[in-house]
């Protein structure tokens, strides 16, 4: 691990992560068989109601968030330790109740079971929402943050994998597939198990209230009066929701059926067989994928991994189908498919988490301030909502009505349902590559660069940052634009525009000026990526913010990542006042990542129309 991701920090996120997909795969997986088996409470007047209440539930998840950051704004407090302790604790408490309802009349039981799931959503969000919203301040380097990512997502792994070990400790003993799944369950091994996994969410929660002191970045959170247009106003922020939907009605299909197709082999697999064949490889995958996603990104990119594992979903499926439909599926090559669509699955939810954290940053360039919480409330709503879709138009429900009770399966309602996933999964995968190939541009080495730049710089700004609308406008002098300039290295180039900013009065010492930026390219070479380079400088010698350009005749190489020679140059120079270099690299980051705005500036015929484009995309992005 880097310096950034310590094992002082990494180890108690880590922990509330394994509590966190504990408690929540349990629920997920048992609270519905405990109502139905041991309240015998008949799935048709459960499933409609839960289907209800649990789409009314994952519309709260944005507006919890919000007021995360809110109430950690007003009260001053450390929203990340305080609100991930209380929910722990609450949790904790209510999961014992919903497996310990009392005998009453059926439709008080129903009541009363539905208003104890309420109850435990609500105090789930508290924990949820703020523990993935961690991966956001371990700062905005991108290696950090793939790392930090993958751990989070390998942790929620770890959660599934001890509420499997209890499963098998608790519900699976001397029981078979198909017909005698879940036959036999007991009221007091859901109490026993509700137990250990309250337990386990419970310490969690104290372990990383406890060691988790890094501090939260002290900037302005988005407040409740502009809530709603920063929010949807966040563009890349809505494509991450899209995406993610599509993705979790994918998964959804891939969990819902993956026992499906093992047990209609001709030879029906045992417990034992399904538990070696397909769940201890899909987890060994899983968290193979996590624990090396830094590094498989590391040689590829961001951009080719999310293709791919978009790209591997489908064809996985499509083949798992194909020898399914022909009557050429066994257990090797299930285990095998199952193993592929694990990779998929993983880089594509490791790559979205990625994204998201991606988003808080590009949201505080764009509106001047950060919603942690709120921005990740996103991600999780849109996972909700797919799994919620998913299986409404799979008819999962009823699938899963049939697979629960003694008379066995029905294998018509089965195959239809196979049908109509693989539609869904192709439809989704399709619609995934062609939403994030045209619209997400939050990637690439020019952003990531962009990113550690801010983040290197921004260490000591305080929170009293305002809006960046027109920072690029009011720090940028078209007698400070070179069109066509013609240099022999990068040295003459930062020479000239620092004779530009002297003559504009923007600097009042060249020298100092000049020293300062040789510094700052010691560290960190001018080239950033793509053609561009932004040596930059802050310090007294600078009387205000200001930005001097220059397209080249031809390009200079400035040790940018990618190796590419560089044909635009901006120079930027900055007072000691903490924000401004922050505001000015935002805003510029953003405009350069708009597609095909950087080749504008190339085409431009003179330094006035160089200049009009600059402010005309400042204004339209920060409208």
Known sequence: MNNQVSLKWALPYAVVG?????????????YYLYLTTVLDISPVYIVPIFLIVKFIELIKEPFIGMLIDLCADIFKYNKFRMTILAGGIINAAILIQMFDIPSMNSSVQIIYAIFMYIAWSLSFSMLDIPSWSLTSIFGSDHRTREIICGLGRGSAVLGFCLTLVLTYAFFYEDQGLPTHIFSSMEADSFRTASWYIAATIFLSSIIFASFFTMEEPERKVVKAKNATATFFGNDQLMIIFFLTLLQQMCLCVFVGYQNYFAITIQDVPSDNDILFFIQIPWLVVSLLTYTFFHLIIKYTSRKQIFIFSTLLILLSFLTLYAMHSTSRLNMLSLSFLMCLLSLGFCLSQASTTVMTADCIDYGEFKFGCRSECMNFSIQIMSAKFGSLFAMVFAAQGSSYASLFTSKGLDENLFFNSVNICTLIVCVCSISMIVIYANYYKLHGSFFENILNAINHFGNNRDNSAKSNINTIRYALDENSVIYNLKAQSVDEIIHVLTDRLSLVRAINSKHDFLNAIKAKMDQNPAGIAHGIAIPHARGSFVNRSAIA???????????????????????????????????????????LSEPGFADKLRRAGSSEEITKRLILCEKKLFK
Do not use: E, Q, T, W
Not at 21 to 28: G, S
Not at 554 to 561: D, F, H, T
Not at 581 to 586: D, E, P, T
């Open 18 to 30: 394994i509590g966190r997909d504990a408690v929540y795969m349990f629920v997920l997986s048992f």
């Open 549 to 591: 350009v220059a397209s080249l005749s031809k390009p200079i190489n400035c040790g940018a990542l990618d190796n590419k020679p560089c044909d635009l140059f901006f120079l930027i120079a900055v007072p000691d006042d903490g924000n401004s270099h922050i505001s000015i690299l935002a805003n510029l980051s953003l405009m």
